[in-house]
């Protein structure tokens, strides 16, 4: 049994959903032309997480085996719904932003496999662990993402020119092609400095 800290360093670092599990990958790609979009993004996704988590955790000596997906994916469509109302409301350039990738959360393998591998057989105080760590693992790595991109592909850092005129932005790295590309480097960065680290 892990430690209340292994449980939540563990979507950090030895499991992040991005640089170590590849998983939740479309809006990853698709969502991180800037920082402040893929911020927003990984915020998101972190509260539709631990909500799901929480009552998956609580619910679940009460749904029977054979219907807990579609139970599962209800109560995460519930929490993306007040994701995408709340935005829609309080940031809609944001929302406008990050567009169809909102309701995708619903689908997101991240956090319908956190809902069947955790959730589901550990308490509500672990499950909140738990999400917290795999949401923000989730987010950094989204962010840090974003920050490549927008820096090499425009110049600029949430919005903000930190190159001056002189730079040439890649704007490959604004195009999807670019986002496989930083990515796959990302990746490989992160995974060399984990073997250093003796994070396995």
């Known amino acids: ?22 998983l939740g990958l479309c809006p990853v790609l698709a969502v991180s032309i800037t920082a402040f979009n893929a911020f927003g993004m ?14 998956v955790s609580a619910i679940k000596d009460f749904v029977p085996s054979r219907v807990r997906i579609p139970a599962f994916i209800l109560i995460i469509a519930t929490f993306v719904t007040i994701v995408d109302l709340t935005l829609n409301a309080f940031l ?7 567009g169809i990738f909102i309701p995708l959360i619903v689908v997101n393998c991240m956090i319908m496999g956190r809902a069947e591998a955790f959730a589901r057989k550990n308490t509500i105080g672990r499950s909140i662990i738990d999400a917290l760590g795999v949401g923000i ?22 919005g903000f020119n930190i190159v001056g005129t002189a730079f040439e932005p890649m704007g490959l790295l604004a195009s999807p092609p670019g986002a496989f590309i930083a990515l796959g480097v990302l990746v490989a960065l992160f995974n060399v400095m984990f073997k250093r ?4």
Do not use: C, W, Y
């Open 1 to 22: 049994m892990r430690t209340i800290a292994q449980e939540f360093s563990k979507g950090i670092f030895v499991e992040n959903p991005v640089f170590r599990l590849l």
């Open 42 to 55: 990984g915020i998101a996704a972190t509260f539709v997480l631990l909500g799901s988590n929480i009552v």
């Open 92 to 98: 809609p350039d944001l929302h406008e932003a990050l």
């Open 137 to 158: 693992g989730f987010t950094i790595a989204l962010t840090v993402l974003g920050i490549v991109r927008e820096i090499l592909g425009a110049g600029t850092l949430f």
């Open 197 to 200: 680290l003796g994070i396995e």
